[in-house]
T-cell receptor, first 114, second 113 residues
Framework: DAGVTQSPTHLIKTRGQQVTLRCSPK?????VSWYQQALGQGPQFIFQ???????QRGNFPDRFSGHQFPNYSSELNVNALLLGDSALYLC?????????????FGQGTRLTVV | QKEVEQNSGPLSVPEGAIASLNCTYS??????FFWYRQYSGKSPELIMF????GDKEDGRFTAQLNKASQYVSLLIRDSQPSDSATYLC?????????????FGSGTQLTVLP
């Protein structure tokens, strides 16, 4: 049973460029959430997708956008990259999003903006 | 005021001792609580979750929840060097139509051989 998979694992981009990160949820899961984790900090919620719709967004600018496909996989897009966007980007999947639902993380994508 | 607070540590305990990790939260509407372990350079790994007041045990790990005092803790018995990691406390908060996880900054634990 495959867990949550993310690609790529590492990425180096230049300021101003655009990037797309991908996530396949754990088998049986239908909800995908994206988080940004800066060094030494806890993950910060970016947004959540369920039924191909963005259900909730954290305190992130519109440069961050996403998409969920019919097979529940998801993409995170970041436009006009800034140096401050350098972080570990984590995807978490769950079944629905009940209060007691466990969320499992993928291995993350380490994004470096130079 | 941060929504979820943890002592940043570092916390050092000798091998075989009990490690105690604490977390407080500000939103009284929070209903479920999660502990994740994160090794350096890796992604968070779910250890336990709890949503009822009291204790929940799983092997060497015990999660304790006190909603009246708004704190949740994680005890690790018979600590091993392999337990050395950052422990993240997360609270699930209802926000609009979604329920997002809000994390603390983590407590770095070192278990000394």
């Amino acid at each position: 049973d495959a867990g949550v998979t993310q690609s790529p694992t590492h990425l180096i981009k230049t300021r101003g460029q655009q990037v797309t990160l991908r996530c396949s949820p754990k088998s049986g899961h239908d909800t995908v959430s994206w988080y940004q984790q800066a060094l030494g900090q806890g993950p910060q919620f970016i947004f959540q997708y369920y039924e191909e719709e963005e259900r909730q967004r954290g305190n992130f600018p519109d440069r961050f956008s996403g998409h969920q496909f019919p097979n529940y996989s998801s993409e995170l897009n970041v436009n006009a990259l800034l140096l401050g966007d350098s972080a570990l980007y984590l995807c978490a999947s769950s079944w629905r999003d009940n209060l007691n639902t466990e969320a499992f993380f993928g291995q993350g994508t380490r994004l470096t903006v130079v | 005021q941060k929504e979820v607070e943890q002592n940043s540590g570092p916390l050092s305990v000798p091998e075989g001792a009990i490690a105690s990790l604490n977390c407080t939260y500000s939103d009284r509407g929070s209903q479920s609580f999660f502990w994740y372990r994160q090794y350096s350079g890796k992604s968070p790994e779910l250890i336990m979750f709890i949503y009822s007041n009291g204790d929940k045990e799983d092997g060497r790990f015990t999660a304790q929840l006190n909603k009246a005092s708004q704190y949740v803790s994680l005890l690790i018995r018979d600590s091993q060097p392999s337990d050395s990691a950052t422990y993240l406390c997360a609270v699930k908060i209802s926000s609009g139509s979604a329920r997002q996880l809000t994390f603390g900054s983590g407590t770095q634990l070192t278990v000394l051989p």
